[in-house]
């Protein structure tokens, strides 16, 4: 079974239209992969929908890399 | 006031995804119908379409974009860069136009209903959902029917005028007389204008089905769209898009730019009837045609072709006519008139800017597209009306008129000529 990380990077591949590679733990979404703030909702919303969580909105603007939505899904997912 | 030409076009349908595909196909006559591709029809009373086969948008538009937008938008931005292209206005970044100051440069784009599509597939999952909100981020800009014209002012930096015109199936029509208003009051240099559509969705229709409205030959999508036949059963909805690229004469002639055809005159009237069907004296279609005649300074002798709304519904079709004999008396036996929906089905809001296209390209070319679908003719039509059936014609095409009308009894008629200096 994909980890939580290698989901999280798929649902920025798709999402975000990046290339794999640029999808590294630093990249931010906004600063690195091109995302504006509504492509970050919509992934937050997709996080949400794939580990069936409720990600709530001052949580969800701490989400702001790759790293961070991994280190977040991981400790929620995982309790 | 400003002379009004046309340097740039660009087509995208069942019968053409490209302006000389879109060509071949109204000369040869081709029907684009075929049976629904995009959900399950198997209980709709119409189960076929004119869809737009094979078509990658990322040939035009970059793959991220292709993913955040609505299709009807997409549509828009790979016909406007097919003919900004055509036109020699692209720059070398594809982003912003060469030889333009932006801030003279617009675009008014139609569509009749927007993104449907889009708001569909977001109420379908909050409804299959345990009742929390989930809607896309991106469900509201994919689906109001003004991003068309957003997304081709931000692609390519025109900064000039830029809105949506929204007269359900005159939506285009109406489009394009307000972006060559812009270009003849002198407040634009280059205006990108046209309509896109993309709605074979389950509500659309289901919506027309229950108007009646479409035809429901499931048998034989292919002869489905049969305008002025007497056994035609109502329109085939189509999906496409269509692009021009308005140019004022001296900023054309100043850049030396081909020029395709010239916007004659235009005008626009309401029937003031109801909210479907057509005034049955057909008055306020004769004065959108006289008023665009007058406007053009053009008589009715001096007009080729007239590419018809007929949508191949059994009233719109013969009241249109009606109007036509009306509006050109005597001389209406001299010119030719032709539906192209026969071909690519109804386009809705942007049925105006591909028959619009059409015309352009019968003054280009000296054709006239038939009508297909001809079997039976309908004691209610006057034979002596020359409907071009079933085969293209070879003909001198100096100036042609295109009509559109939209629920509501909005009318539109505008003129195109063959340029001369």
């Known amino acids: 079974m994909a980890s939580i990380e290698e989901k999280v990077k798929q649902i920025i591949v798709d999402k975000l239209g990046v290339d794999e590679s640029e999808v590294t733990r630093d990249a931010s979404f906004q600063n690195d992969l091109g995302a504006d703030s509504l492509d970050t909702v919509e992934l937050i919303m997709e996080f949400e929908k794939e580990f069936d969580i409720s990600i709530p909105d001052e949580q969800a603007e701490n989400i702001q890399t790759v790293g961070q939505a991994v280190t977040y899904l991981e400790s929620s997912v995982e309790k | ?421």
């Open chain 2, 1 to 421: 006031m400003k002379r009004v030409v046309i340097t740039g076009i660009g087509a995208l349908t069942a019968i053409g995804n490209s302006v000389p595909e879109y060509l071949e196909g109204l000369r040869n006559g081709r029907s684009g119908a075929t049976p629904i591709t995009q959900f399950d029809a198997d209980k709709f009373k119409t189960q076929f379409a004119c869809e737009v086969q094979d078509w990658d948008p990322t040939q035009r538009v970059d793959k991220r974009e292709a993913r955040r937008q609505d299709r009807y938008t997409l549509m828009a931005l790979y016909t406007a860069d097919e003919a900004l292209e055509m036109a020699g206005l692209l720059g070398e970044d594809r982003q912003t136009l060469a030889s333009v100051d932006p801030d003279r440069a617009g675009c008014i784009w139609a569509s009749g209903i927007g993104g449907l599509r889009s708001l569909e597939e977001q109420i379908e999952i909050f409804d299959g959902g345990d009742g929390t909100p989930r809607y896309n981020p991106f469900m509201i800009p994919r689906m109001i029917a003004n991003m068309g014209a957003g997304h081709i002012s931000m692609r390519y930096n025109l900064r000039g005028p830029s809105y949506a015109t929204v007269s359900a199936c005159a939506s285009g029509g109406h489009a394009l007389a307000s972006a060559a208003d812009d270009i003849r009051l002198g407040r634009a240099d280059v205006m990108v204008t046209g309509g896109s559509e993309a709605v074979i969705t389950k509500v659309a229709i289901g919506g027309f089905n229950s108007m009646k409205a479409l035809s429901t030959r499931n048998d034989n999508p292919a002869e489905a769209s049969r305008p002025y036949d007497a056994d035609r059963d109502g329109f085939v909805l189509g999906e496409g898009a269509g692009a021009l690229v308005l140019e004022s004469l001296e900023h054309a002639q100043a850049r030396g730019a081909t020029i395709l055809a010239e916007i004659g005159g235009y005008a626009a009237s309401s029937d003031a009837y109801h909210i479907s069907a057509p005034h049955p004296d057909g008055t306020g279609a004769k004065m959108a045609m006289l008023n665009a005649m007058k406007d053009a300074g053009l008589s009715p002798e001096q007009v080729d072709y007239i590419n018809t709304h007929g949508t191949s519904t059994p009233l719109g079709d013969t009241a249109e006519l009606k109007a036509i004999q009306l509006a050109f008396g005597e001389a209406v036996y001299d010119l030719n008139i032709s539906s192209t929906k026969s071909m690519t089905g109804h386009l809705l809001g942007a049925a105006a800017a591909i028959e619009s296209i059409a015309c352009v390209l019968a003054i280009q070319h000296n054709f006239i597209p038939p009508t297909i679908n001809h079997f039976t003719d309908d004691p209610e039509i006057d034979p002596r009306l020359n409907l071009t059936f079933n085969k293209a014609v070879e003909k001198p095409v100096r100036v042609a008129l295109s009509n559109t009308f939209g629920f509501g009894g909005h009318n539109s008629a505008t003129i195109f000529k063959r340029f001369a200096d």
